[in-house]
């Protein structure tokens, strides 16, 4: 008898503690979401980069753009800014990583829009800014929403009609995961900027960060997803899917990243010979570009010219005001 009511006690404390972990890692309402995109890291040592980060949010901030809305495979109405820069012209999809904002993440494929001359379309992510859902799936559920979004553009825009699809952090993890997935024929190539290995793996690694067995409580952290929040974060991997990825992927993260391990890039690029993998000495998590603008720039836009048709380059500051 009390063998029983230690395994019930055990039992509770178990799921307990998996509804906790879900409500910190997973669950996303829409009254706690962030809503402002001029947030930055209050380290000193990046004043500089800040003032030129968020130049480029204001420029995105800025400029027009119409909204567009679809409804996800599991029937969330998802959120998008379209930004047109010429019809006909291929269009960038790009996703933000976790509990950030589209315009925050994709202030430089808005600024590489503008000067390649494509349209761009910044999603929020399920759960995030003004789209549906209250749960974050760390891309397991968004890699289908990557391909709803595909098809919204070729729909809306044309079958002739380019894609690249692009994703920062989770967004990049996001894509990667979508690349294994039967995408329309317009995705011409994918560009990744710090992706995380798999969930699993940046939920351990952000658990140990705070002193916390990862390994250990992970099995919690899975069951505390899938009862409360419908998904298995082992259910995908951008290392697993890059595998069998048959779309070019351009693979970029810093070197200084203290919160997505560059090792974790150098894992998925291993997985596919064909993965184009560039690191940035010192460039801390989701800032390679600003640590060599120019060499990103070159970078990205040799990438372009490889998988999308050819364009007339833009004067970024003529075009968008950009400092």
């Known amino acids: 008898m009390w063998f029983l009511i230690l ?3 055990i039992s509770a404390l178990a799921l307990l503690f998996s ?3 879900y409500r910190i ?3 996303s309402p829409e009254k706690k979401r ?3 995109n001029r947030f930055f890291s209050s380290d000193p040592a990046l004043a500089a980069v800040k003032k030129e980060f968020l130049s480029r949010v204001d420029a995105a901030e800025a400029a027009d753009f119409r909204e567009i809305t679809v409804v996800s495979h599991d029937g969330l109405t998802l959120f998008g800014r379209y930004y047109e820069r010429e019809k006909g012209a291929p269009v960038e999809i790009a996703f933000h990583g976790y509990r950030s904002t589209a315009i925050h993440d994709g202030c430089v494929a808005h600024e590489s829009a503008v000067r390649y001359g494509t349209n761009l379309l910044l999603v929020d992510q399920r759960a995030h ?3 549906g859902g209250k749960t974050i799936a760390f891309g397991v559920l968004e890699r289908f929403d990557v391909f709803t979004w595909a098809e919204e553009v070729v729909r809306r ?5 380019e894609i690249l699809l692009s994703g920062v952090s989770m967004g990049a993890a996001t894509v990667l995961m979508a690349s294994a997935l039967p995408l329309p024929a317009n995705v011409r190539g994918i560009l990744a900027d710090c992706p995380y290995s798999s969930p699993k793996e940046i939920i351990e690694k952000v658990a140990a960060d705070h002193h916390l067995p990862g390994r250990v409580l992970y099995p919690l952290v899975r069951l505390g997803a899938r009862l409360f929040g419908g998904f298995d974060p082992s259910a995908a991997s951008a290392l697993g899917a890059v595998g069998e990825a048959m779309v070019p ?14 090792e974790m890039s150098r894992e998925i690029a291993a997985a596919n010979p064909a993965v184009r993998f560039f690191t940035y000495p010192g460039a801390d998590h989701g800032l390679s570009y600003f640590s060599d603008p120019v060499r990103y720039r070159k970078m990205c836009d040799d990438f372009r010219r490889e998988v999308l048709s050819p364009r007339e380059e833009k004067d970024e500051k003529k075009d968008a005001n950009l400092p």
């Open 129 to 131: 800014g003004k789209s």
């Open 7 to 9: 395994i019930v006690g």
């Open 25 to 27: 890692a997973f669950f």
């Open 157 to 161: 825009f044309g079958a002739e009609t």
């Open 34 to 36: 962030r809503t402002g």
């Open 249 to 262: 992927i351009l693979l970029v993260h810093g070197e200084g990243d203290t919160f997505v391990p560059c």
């Open 19 to 21: 509804y906790e972990v």
